[in-house]
Every structure is written in C-alpha cells, then in structure tokens.
Nanobody
Framework: QVQLVESGGGLVQPGGSLRLSCIASASRGIFSINAMGWFRQAPGNQRELVAAITRIGSTNYADSVKGRFTISRDNAKNTVYLQMNSLKPEDTAVYYC???????????????WGQGTQVTVSS
C-alpha cells in the first residue's frame, strides 16, 4: 500500500508563491508508481489535474497554470514538488497529491491519493 503525505499549503496574497511537497511511502509497491501529480478541487467544482510528472520526467500541465507552476520529482526521495508562482485567487482549492501506475489527465487513472492540503490565495 502506497501512502502519500502532502505539505506546504497555506494562505498567500495574489502574486505570491507557495511550494507543495508530497512524500510517497510504502512497505512495497512504490516502484509500481509511474506518474505522480497534483489535482485540485474548489468548492462546487470537479477535481481537476494541475500537473503530473512521470518517473522519467515527462510532464503535463493544466492550461491555466502553464508558465506559473512547475512540477518536479526526486525519485531517490520518492518526493514530488509543485512550485506555484504568480498565484491568483482562482488557484484557491484543496490540492491533492496523487499517483498512478499509468499516465494521463483523467482523475480515474490515479489509484492513490493524499489527504489534501488547502491553498488559499487572498488579499
């Protein structure tokens, strides 16, 4: 069983930055995880992909965050990061770390999930 633990959320002013981290741990099966990523969900909205990255570094971003967010991964530490710059109020959501043995944009492809961390962008 793979477990994901997020950290780094919080309150930030518009234009500010935050860095989210997610550590994966497991007694077994961790090497079956190919892609890790971040989804977000705002109240009343569906959960949507923010960014994802494969074990070899291929990435996928939502159009709304391209040029502002950067996803990276340290395979040795089983950790994925999301650097969020130029934050906007519409980025406010609960951000979930996730992992999949496959690859893609659909939420249904992702088998393991963290508990979520709140990101609030407000003045």
């Amino acid at each position: 069983q793979v477990q994901l633990v997020e950290s780094g959320g919080g309150l930030v002013q518009p234009g500010g930055s935050l860095r989210l981290s997610c550590i994966a741990s497991a007694s077994r099966g961790i090497f079956s995880i190919n892609a890790m990523g971040w989804f977000r969900q705002a109240p009343g909205n569906q959960r949507e992909l923010v960014a994802a990255i494969t074990r070899i570094g291929s990435t996928n971003y939502a159009d709304s965050v391209k040029g502002r967010f950067t996803i990276s991964r340290d395979n040795a530490k089983n950790t994925v990061y999301l650097q969020m710059n130029s934050l906007k109020p519409e980025d406010t959501a609960v951000y979930y770390c996730t992992g999949t043995t496959g690859w893609g944009r659909s939420v249904s492809l992702y088998q393991v999930w963290g508990q979520g961390t709140q990101v609030t962008v407000s003045s």
